[in-house]
Nanobody
Framework: EVQLVESGGGLVQAGGSLRLSCATSGFTFDDYAIGWFRQAPGKEREGVSCISSRIGSTYYADSVKGRFTISSDNAKNTVYLQMNSLKPDDTAVYYC?????????????????????WGQGTQVTVSS
């Protein structure tokens, strides 16, 4: 059974930091791309970042470039999202998701349509 479990959300003041974790199981971690998405109330789900071990690349939405860093610990089958310089606009439920990577794929790795497996989400609230 495929499982993705997020943790690390919480309440933080603007300018602060949080690190989210996505613990995965049930699939071959190295063969999958793992993405982080977020959804704020009344807004569409937005792709934040993606990491692909198979092709050795990371991707970021423009809104988080320079502030967020995605990384993975392949020994622990876990992906992290370090979020620095947080803003109130970063407030959302954050989800991690996975899809089996295709090295020849040339589409948008931050599109949620590509992802097959999803976690339950963790709330991030940034106060002003």
């Amino acid at each position: 059974e495929v499982q993705l479990v997020e943790s690390g959300g919480g309440l933080v003041q603007a300018g602060g930091s949080l690190r989210l974790s996505c613990a995965t199981s049930g699939f071959t971690f190295d063969d999958y791309a793992i993405g982080w998405f977020r959804q704020a109330p009344g807004k569409e789900r937005e792709g934040v970042s993606c990491i692909s071990s198979r092709i050795g690349s990371t991707y970021y939405a423009d809104s988080v470039k320079g502030r967020f860093t995605i990384s993975s610990d392949n020994a622990k089958n876990t992906v992290y999202l370090q979020m620095n310089s947080l803003k109130p606009d970063d407030t959302a439920v954050y989800y991690c998701a996975a899809y089996e990577e295709d090295p020849h794929y040339a589409g948008d790795r931050l599109s949620d349509r590509e992802y097959d497996y999803w976690g339950q989400g963790t709330q991030v609230t940034v106060s002003s």
